[in-house]
Each structure stands twice: as structure tokens, then as C-alpha cells.
């Protein structure tokens, strides 16, 4: 079945620098990703539509600027947290489909992010 | 954007019973899934089930998309159930793939 990688797992970072998230699949082309954060005890949020070849689309409430989006191949997004401060520390999750109906949407593993 | 609601929000079974989780929708979706999240944050996928009945073991899903509810049926459960279960759709209207509020279950020996 379809395998999506998410890279790292887990990261610690100082308050002020950028951190870039890697969501791949593995065994597919995915023209669409998308990309969650979530709080402890609490749902995914949908922060933004990661587009092959163009601009994501942001959820209501997500700064683009402080959370970029690139989705530069058919395998390949990432997000990048910039200048990070404590509160962005958080658990942030990809997703990927891999034909237009029937398999749904696969996640990756997750990354927790701990800004210091 | 559309509403997901999950019920209960947190469940405590004894080992052995049977539960049902319900997703409720507020609009046409042409896609669900049930997700059971796992300590470690990996949500696994359950069922895709935009429509219908689908089993597999001890759990089986039903979704009415007609009255905009979905069920999770999970018989004789164990402790190694226990997380959280989560059902996701997508709107008729768009590609966005929202998450509901989530049932967190406990089994307990």
C-alpha cells in the first residue's frame, strides 16, 4: 500500500531559527499533500494544501510567512517552521493520496518539534 | 468549512465489551476514514468508508452519508485498543481533508 515518510521524527531547536519538515511518498506521485499540526489532547488542524508546482493554499488563521510550504516534485514537501519560537512547538503530520478515489489518505509517522 | 463532531469524547471500557464511536457531519463528503492514533502519535488507518459497511476483525464501520453520520463498532476489546479514534472526511466541494473532535478510549484488563 501507499507509504508516506516523514523525516525527522523528532526535533529540538533553539527559539529564532528555522526548522524544515520532510514529507516524501515513497511509492507514489502525489499532485496533493497536506500538512496538520497538533496540540496535545486535542484534533489534527488542517493548516495548509501543499500544490505540486504551485502555491500552497493556507487554512484560515495560518501564517504563511511563519510556515512555508514548497512542494517542488511529485514526491516531495516540505515545510519549514521559520524563525520558531516556543509556542510553534508542537506535533506536525503529513498526508498524501494516492489515486483520486479509492485508497484515501495516507499519513506519515509525525514530528514532534520542541522550540527552546 | 464543514463541522466534525465525534462521540463520546472519552470512553472507559472493561476488557471484553463492545462500544460504538459515531462521527457526525455537517455536509456532503465523498470521502471518510476512521483513524485509531497510537501512543506515539502514528494514526493508522482504519477504514475508508465514504459510504456502506466494511469490517475487518472485531471492528467494522458503518457510514450513512445520506444522514451525515458515521459509526465505529469495535467488539470484545482489548487493552491494546485503547487510543484515540479519529474519523476524517473530505467535502464534496473541495480536496481539504478535515479531521473530527476524536473519541479517546481507554480498555481497561
Known amino acids: 500500500g501507499a507509504v508516506v515518510s516523514q523525516h525527522p521524527s523528532r526535533v529540538i531547536c533553539k527559539s529564532g531559527t528555522s526548522v524544515k519538515i520532510e514529507c516524501r511518498s515513497l511509492d507514489f506521485q502525489a499532485t496533493t499533500m497536506f500538512w496538520y499540526r497538533q496540540f496535545p489532547k486535542k484534533s489534527l488542524m488542517l493548516m495548509a494544501t501543499s500544490n505540486e508546482g504551485s502555491k500552497a493554499t493556507y487554512e484560515q488563521g495560518v501564517e504563511k510567512d511563519k510556515f512555508l510550504i514548497n512542494h517542488a516534485s511529485l514526491t516531495l514537501s516540505t515545510l519549514t517552521v521559520t524563525s520558531a519560537h516556543p509556542e510553534d512547538s508542537s506535533f506536525y503530520i503529513c498526508s498524501a493520496r494516492e489515486g483520486e478515489e479509492s485508497y484515501g489518505y495516507t499519513f506519515g509517522s509525525g514530528t514532534r518539534l520542541t522550540v527552546v | 468549512g464543514i463541522q466534525v463532531e465525534q462521540s463520546p469524547p472519552d470512553l472507559i471500557l472493561q476488557e471484553g465489551a463492545n462500544s460504538t464511536l459515531r462521527c457526525n457531519f455537517s455536509?456532503?463528503?465523498?470521502?471518510l476514514q476512521w483513524f485509531h492514533q497510537n501512543p506515539w502519535g502514528q494514526l493508522i488507518n482504519l477504514f475508508y468508508i465514504p459510504s456502506g459497511t466494511k469490517q475487518n476483525g472485531r471492528l467494522s464501520a458503518t457510514t450513512v452519508a445520506t444522514e451525515r453520520y458515521s459509526l465505529l463498532y469495535i467488539s470484545s476489546s482489548q487493552t491494546t485498543d485503547s487510543g484515540v479514534y479519529f474519523c476524517?472526511?473530505?467535502?464534496?466541494?473541495?480536496?481539504?481533508?478535515?479531521f473530527g473532535t476524536g473519541t479517546s478510549l481507554t480498555v481497561i484488563p
Open positions: 476524517a472526511v473530505e467535502e464534496d466541494t473541495g480536496n481539504q481533508f478535515y
Open positions: 455536509d456532503s463528503v465523498n470521502n
